[in-house]
T-cell receptor, first 117, second 110 residues
C-alpha cells in the first residue's frame, strides 16, 4: 500500500531531551516536507527536500533539523525541544517538486502529536 | 512574506445548501492553488487544485480562481454532514515552498 509513515503517533517529552520523528514513504517520491499545525495558525512548513541531499528551510525552521540521506526517509530532529514546539506535526511527500502549473498531490502522513513539558 | 488568508469560521451551512469558502493571497506571482479538507485529528486530503482563471468543477465541488482580484474560492453544493471539516487553502510556489491558510471550519447542520 502506497503511504507515508510517521512515527511515533504520540510523543511526550521534556525540555532539552533530543528527539527524532521519523518519516518514510514507499512511493519513490522526490519531494518530502515537514509541517507543524497549531490552532489558529494552520499548517506551517518547517523544512522541505526536493531530492536526496537537498533540503531547504520553510517558514518556521528554527529549532529543527532534517536530513535526506536516502530518498524514502526524511526524519525531523529536535536537538533541544522546548514547550513552544508542542504541536501536531505532519510529514508529506509528492512525486515531483510542487511547482506552479504542475498538478502535484501531497500525500500526508497520519501526524505526530508532540508535547514538550 | 507571502500570505494566504481565510476566514476561520465556523461557517454554518444547512444540509443541502451551498457552502462558499474564500481565500485571498498576497503574492501576485502565485499560480497554483489547492483546497484540502481536514477532519479533526486527521491529516489533510486534497479536494481540488486550480491554476487557471475561472471555474473548475469536480462533482459537488467547484473551485474559482480570480488572479486579478487575488482570490480563490471553493463552493460545495448539496452540502452533507460528512462535509463538516476544516478546509485549507494552499499555494505552491515554483521552489517547493507551500503556504497554507489557517483554514475555514465548516459545520453542516441537518
Amino acid at each position: 500500500e502506497a503511504q507515508v509513515t510517521q512515527n511515533p503517533r504520540y510523543l511526550i517529552t521534556v525540555t532539552g531531551k533530543k528527539l527524532t520523528v521519523t518519516c518514510s514513504q514507499n512511493m519513490n517520491h522526490e519531494y518530502m516536507s515537514w509541517y507543524r499545525q497549531d490552532p489558529g495558525l494552520g499548517l506551517r512548513q518547517i523544512y522541505y527536500s526536493m531530492n536526496v541531499e537537498v533540503t531547504d528551510k520553510g517558514d518556521v525552521p528554527e529549532g529543527y533539523k532534517v536530513s535526506r540521506k536516502e530518498k524514502r526517509n526524511f526524519p525531523l530532529i529536535l536537538e533541544s525541544p522546548s514547550p513552544n514546539q508542542t504541536s501536531l506535526y505532519f510529514c508529506a511527500s509528492s512525486p515531483k517538486v510542487p511547482r506552479q502549473g504542475a498538478l502535484e498531490k501531497l500525500f500526508f502522513g497520519s501526524g505526530t502529536q508532540l508535547s514538550v513539558l | 512574506q507571502k500570505e494566504v488568508e481565510q476566514n476561520s469560521g465556523p461557517l454554518s451551512v444547512p444540509e443541502g445548501a451551498i457552502a462558499s469558502l474564500n481565500c485571498t493571497y498576497s503574492d501576485r506571482g502565485s499560480q497554483s492553488f489547492f483546497w484540502y479538507r481536514q477532519y479533526s485529528g486527521k491529516s489533510p486530503e486534497l479536494i481540488m487544485f486550480i491554476y487557471s482563471n475561472g471555474d473548475k468543477e469536480d462533482g459537488r465541488f467547484t473551485a474559482q480562481l480570480n488572479k486579478a482580484s487575488q482570490y480563490v474560492s471553493l463552493l460545495i453544493r448539496d452540502s452533507q454532514p460528512s462535509d463538516s471539516a476544516t478546509y485549507l487553502c494552499a499555494e505552491h510556489d515554483s521552489w517547493g515552498k507551500l503556504q497554507f491558510g489557517a483554514g475555514t471550519q465548516v459545520v453542516v447542520t441537518p
